[in-house]
């Protein structure tokens, strides 16, 4: 009932900038949060960052002052501005959200298919 498809993956050399989106579509009443997650090869999924409707920021600690979280949400929209990439960064990158169905009021907590960032030379 509520569906996100991301963009802006690819590939990019070290050092380099990617710009991730995702926008949430559906019967959606409210989204109390947003996130980024990513899976490398042979790694369990980990959060990259994420952002409340009020628009409190979370990082990992791998990502901080890399990073950068945003959110449009009249768009039901959520960023990642991401500088300074490094090959560690290469991975699947997920969007997630929560928050609360319309006329139902009942919980979700969705996910997008993914995205493949590869940062190399």
């Known amino acids: 009932q509520v569906q996100l498809v991301e963009s802006g993956g690819g590939l990019v050399q070290p050092g380099g900038s990617l710009r991730l989106s995702c926008a949430a579509s559906g019967s959606i009443f409210s989204i109390n949060a947003m996130g980024w997650y990513r899976q490398a090869p042979g790694k369990q999924r980990e959060l990259v960052a994420s952002i409340t409707s009020g628009g409190s920021t979370n990082y990992a600690d791998s990502v901080k002052g890399r990073f950068t979280i945003s959110r449009d949400n009249a768009k039901n929209t959520v960023y990642l501005q991401m500088n300074s990439l490094k090959p560690a960064d290469t991975a699947v990158y997920y969007c997630?959200?929560?928050?609360?169905?319309?006329?139902?009021?009942?919980?979700?907590?969705?996910w997008g298919q993914g995205t493949q960032v590869t940062v190399s030379s």
């Open positions: 997630n959200a929560v928050g609360l169905l319309r006329y139902t009021f009942r919980g979700f907590d969705s």
